[in-house]
């Protein structure tokens, strides 16, 4: 990026990011430093995207003019703690309204993918048009700034995520890769494609380490772009640490924010692991599609009962402190680590095993590495397996599929496994789709075409307004569980104010785990700024480029066509309330009706004009 | 007075998971935090008798206190 003032907020235009543009049909690239328009378009990620994205009216994600926008963030490849983010964007193949448009989407990822491509000199990668034939695409950094190739990919075409890193790397010293996975080549039927992000321990390792930007099936339009990798080579730049940026990420390690994530061995919580011992409590595990049974199941997958049979390992990104990454391997006879199996997150975690009848961690780790390794979004995936699991419990006497059922570990694998080979739409492409063709939609866990994440919805009213899917586009997730709130003014507060915030991670190239609980609104963002770039810019600015940014996504769902009514849970927790869950009922019908009374109360003057 | 003390993930690390413990009346959470010496840092989440409360709650005879640590997401 060019920087020509120390003022973004009030003289955007007078900052420059580089933008190269190719068209996939003829070859043709193109490079121009642009202006940034706005703070949004500064801070970078979605919210510059997305406002790319509003010029252009799509119809079908998989049309020549749909563009796949690669970009980072303002801090990605600095010297800031967890700053590795890239951004990739477009409208979605697997989110969509009842109207049969697609939704602009965007989907990120950590491992040191991110970096690399910054230190390219490149800020933005537009791919239009499709290529006739499978490419890759290589960007390197020269004296004369960046350069972009196109190689052929047919020996790459057929491998799975993690192999084609491996065959990669080969090629390529100091570089680092983002790549699809089968399930992105087979586009037609498999919507839920993801990115998978090379990571250092990858690399040195040769074990499946990959990070992933899956949601939203961007993996899938890179595929249909014939895009099987990008391959960014650069020399590392970090600068020397400052004495404010030492400050911060020392802050993100010992402070609040990372805490509960840091490995247990360094008096850390764990991971997100621990969510299950917590929501455990509350009985608001998801167990067999989201239907929580009052039990004492999920405990067989709290990690002092995975321990004693699996290695685990914290393991993190580049010189991440936070640690983020459980990764569990097979024991040895002697304690000593056997093969690496996944990493233990807790969303795939739990979607791949209590939410789908699995309680053996080994056999959710195989099912998490096969989805991965495929190149599918383990949500997407988890969910609308569940789904087909919970359709097939219902109707003994006419199952779908391969008649798999909950707990069914082999039969599950094997609807894994057709998933990522493109040869079980019913699957790739996800749950709306499907619980539409059976007439039976009630219980299917999406909002708005994209499935949730593995907090039950009854804690979670605010996915309604979730833009980019699940809980990590609105931050409401804990407002019930952690913070008791049950009244509709902390509820209407939560989604309207300070939880909508979250997404700021998604512009700058953080993760949210640099400070979850209050966003990138902060000093701690501010001081990083001034450090790192010489820019002036204050908490207000920041929070007000952030909230434009959201608001842009929430208006740009509306012109793809969803009606307000698409903005809802799925329809099982009013219908049927889950008496296990123990928490006060936020999701009854009364009290979804207020609330959405109130919000689009809210929103929806601030929505007007947005795209004038 | 008695109060049923759970201790939920990390928390149980070294202590228990729940028992029930003698404490003089007036007792309040965070006296219950303090003597425990749980980790500040992971502080998340107090239900007395189910219902969420604070560290400032006064706790009485036959109370259920349950001890989380935070849950934030990922
Ligand atoms: S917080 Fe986790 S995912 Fe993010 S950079 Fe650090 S180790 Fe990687």
């Known amino acids: 990026m060019k920087f020509q003032t120390t003022d973004p907020a009030a003289n955007p235009t007078a900052i420059l990011y580089k933008r190269c543009t190719i068209d996939l ?18 801070l970078g990620g979605f919210g510059r995207s997305f406002q790319d994205l509003a010029e252009r009216e799509i119809e079908n994600a998989y049309c020549e003019e749909n563009p796949l926008i690669v970009n980072t963030g303002l801090l990605t490849g600095s010297s800031v703690m967890t700053g590795m983010r890239t951004y990739f964007s477009g409208y979605s193949p697997i989110k969509g309204s009842k109207a049969g448009l697609p939704a602009a989407m965007w989907s990120t990822g950590s491992g ?22 499978p490419v890759y695409v290589v960007i390197t950094e020269t004296d004369a700034g960046p350069q972009v190739a196109l190689k052929p990919a047919e020996h790459l075409f057929g491998l799975s995520t993690h192999d ?30 993801a990115v998978a992000l090379s990571t250092e321990n990858q690399l040195k390792e040769h074990e499946d380490k990959s990070r992933f930007a899956g949601r939203g099936g961007m993996g899938s339009l890179m ?54 011992d917590v929501l455990q409590e509350f009985h608001a595990v998801p167990v067999n599609n989201f239907r929580p049974q009052g039990n004492d199941i999920p405990e067989q997958l709290f990690r002092e009962n995975v321990e004693k049979e699996y290695n685990i390992k914290s393991q993190a990104c580049y010189r991440c402190g936070i640690t983020c990454h459980n990764n569990i391997s097979e024991k040895n006879a002697d304690g000593s680590k056997g093969e690496f199996l996944a990493k233990f997150d807790y969303e795939p975690l739990n979607l791949f095993s209590t939410n789908i009848g699995i309680h053996d961690a080994g056999q959710a780790a195989r099912l998490i590495q096969l989805g991965d390794n495929y190149g599918m979004d383990a949500i997407s995936l988890g969910v609308t397996i569940s789904y087909a699991l919970s359709y097939n419990e219902r109707h003994p006497e006419k199952t779908i599929l391969n008649g798999a059922t909950f707990g069914d570990y082999e039969k599950i ?60 586009s609105m931050g409401t997730y804990g407002l019930l569980t952690r913070e ?7 509820w209407v507060r939560g989604i309207t104010e300070d939880k909508l915030h979250i997404v700021g991670f998604d512009m700058i190239g953080l993760c949210k785990f640099f400070d979850i609980t209050k966003g990138i609104g902060t000093q701690m963002v501010v001081d990083c700024l001034k450090s790192e770039l010489d820019l002036d810019v204050s908490t207000d600015d920041i929070r007000a480029a952030v909230r434009r940014a959201f608001l842009r996504g929430l208006a740009l769902e509306l012109r793809q066509g969803y009606t307000k009514a698409e903005f809802c849970l799925p329809a099982e927790v009013s219908e049927n309330p889950n008496q296990n869950i123990k928490l006060p009922n936020i999701t009854s019908r009364e009290f979804i009706e207020k609330l959405e009374k109130r919000v689009w109360e809210i929103f929806e003057p601030e929505l007007e004009g947005l795209f004038d | 007075m008695v109060v049923n003390v759970k201790l939920v993930g990390l928390f149980q690390t070294g202590r228990f998971k729940q028992k029930d413990r003698e404490y003089p009346a007036g007792i309040k959470v965070q006296d219950v935090i303090n003597e425990l010496k749980l980790p500040q840092q992971h502080f998340g989440i107090v239900l007395v008798n189910g219902v969420h409360a604070d560290i400032d709650t006064v706790l009485t005879e036959g109370d259920h206190l349950v001890i989380m640590p935070i849950v934030d997401g990922g």
């Open chain 1, 112 to 133: 040191r993918f991110g970096a690399k491509f910054k230190w390219t000199g490149l800020d933005e990668l537009i791919f239009e048009n499709r290529s006739e034939k």
């Open chain 1, 484 to 490: 008791g709130k049950s009244d509709l003014e902390s």
């Open chain 1, 25 to 42: 049909r003829s070859g043709d690239m193109s490079f121009a430093d642009i202006p940034c328009r706005n703070l949004e378009d500064v």
């Open chain 1, 164 to 193: 084609k890193i491996m065959a990669l790397q080969k090629g390529y010293a100091d570089a680092h890769f983002a790549v699809i996975g089968q399930a992105g080549e087979n586009w037609q039927n498999n919507y839920m494609g």
């Open chain 1, 223 to 276: 595929g249909y772009k014939n895009i099987l990798a990008l391959v960014a080579q650069s020399s590392d730049k970090f600068k020397p640490l400052s004495e404010a940026i030492k400050q911060v990420n020392l802050n993100v390690i010992k402070g609040g924010g990372s805490a509960r994530i840091q490995p247990l061995s360094r008096g850390g919580g764990g991971g997100t692991w621990a969510a299950y």
């Open chain 1, 413 to 472: 694998r094997e609807l894994i496994i057709q998933a990522g080979e493109g040869t079980l739409p019913e699957i790739g492409q996800g749950s709306m789709r499907l619980s539409q063709r059976l007439n039976e939609t009630s219980y299917a866990y999406h909002v708005k075409g994209l499935e949730i994440a593995a907090y039950q919805p009854e804690t979670n009213p605010g996915y309604i307004w979730a833009i980019a899917g699940g809980h990590m």
